[in-house]
Every structure is written in C-alpha cells, then in structure tokens.
C-alpha cells in the first residue's frame, strides 16, 4: 500500500514494475486511501 498523495514513492514502484490494483479509502490514521500495488514475478 502506498498514500495516495505519494507520487514519488508511486512513480518508484511503477519503475519497478508494480501497477494498481486497488483502492483502500480512509487507510491511514489521518483519513488518507491507499493505493494497492503489486508486482508479477
């Protein structure tokens, strides 16, 4: 999972190879979503 407002630790993942599968609203303590990321290996 990644903080939506995490652009560059999104663009760091998608560099990677990791690509969105998902949305978690209100993840974080301070009512922020996650962004769910994976990688296929």
């Known amino acids: 999972e990644v903080r ?3 652009q560059i630790a999104q663009r760091l993942y998608r560099s990677m190879g990791f690509f969105e599968i998902g949305f978690i609203p209100l ?3 301070d009512g922020e979503g996650a962004m769910v990321m994976r990688k296929a290996l």
């Open 4 to 6: 939506v407002s995490n």
């Open 27 to 29: 993840y974080y303590k």
